[in-house]
């Protein structure tokens, strides 16, 4: 990168051996440990990244670091349904075959495909907080903004995109360290009273119970109650059972299409929550500056898509946070769009690589040409810790000399480094399941 360091600071500075002084070398007190991420990022009252120009309705960097804590929830979730202990229960030892392999990919289609059925169940009330496996279904129907509108009003039930992603009650959800989502005892009941549901999908799965799981597929399917009470096969794993009953249940449903359709857009939205997962912004210490900047870079993509109707605009990974935050409040997006832009923007992700790519190089030159700015940017930790420290230099209008060019080098280093560490301390206690 072309700055003005004296020495390479990009995915350089992370030498965890030294990290572990890095405290006072950033100046902490001896005895004071950071909050990370900080706590006020998360407060409704301190959602910065607005300014008085703004419609009140564009995503803040409060629900955009809500978002990411979401992402990672369904990160860990899908590890959790993947995990070698429960593929047991599918009459399997975990070992290195193909076939391993391939029951470890039917086990999340199972826990997907009834994660649907239970948000189309959901989706009839959906007044109430639901529990992650219908949280992640909701999320990925509201990125295909499109689709997600017509089957609302086949199914008469517009309200739920007229309701706003409720972020902070699912940020109050989410314990922190361990980065999962658990409902309260008060909401579980709730969700479990008015919909007739087990509020927690996997350990009924994980709990070989047949009656329980017989239980739970009749409320899906009152009028298949029937089909489902035949078709569980009684001598197999209960893991294979349970995909056989379902699949006879969703072929009952008549909703096998939905279905489908559905937990293909959860698989595609998966490879973004990778990607987050990847960056993990929430964890580095430039975490507000990245979702300032990205904001404010999606506003600029925004005017891109006013300015240019009919060209394919594909936005980079930060932009694409805030414009997928956007997309979860429903409705308002849709008026959002068009205020903004003048028309209803689909979120189409279903796009092939090449296409894209061409999408970018157009994205990158209009870019360029309007705001005289680069497009396509790191956004590693480092990259964006000095692009944090630079605006801070240039807002309070200092100049740097070499020396105070190479003492903010390593400060950032330092800074980076430190973060890092930190974050090999709360992986090494709580790893995640294999
Ligand atoms: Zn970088």
Redesign the pocket.
Known sequence: ?AFFVDFE???CSGKAAEAVQLGSKIGLPPDETPQIPPLELFHPSTSSGKKVDDLDTLPSVHDCAIHLELLHCIHRLRNEVQSSALIKCMGQEPDESKQYKETRALRWSVFLRTAVIRFLLWLEDGSMLPPPDILMVWQACLLNPVYFANLCIEKRCNRIRETPFPWDEIHAAIDFDRMSYRLTTANRERFEQQCGLASDLLSVIESGEREKILDQMSAWLPDATIVTTQSFPPRLPIGNAVRVLLENCIKASGYEQTVNDIAAAVDRQYSFVEKMEQHLWLRSPAVVGTLERAIERYKKFLKLLKWHKGVMLVPTLDIDLVWHTHQCAGVQYQMDMQNFVGAFIDHDDKLGKPILKGGETKTEELFRMHFDSEYM????????AIWSELERVRLSKQRLDKGKRRDMARRIAGLVSYYRSREVARKSFDKDPE
Not at 377 to 384: A, P, S, V
């Open positions: 990168m600071l990009h995915k940017r790191c956004l590693c930790w480092d990259c964006e």
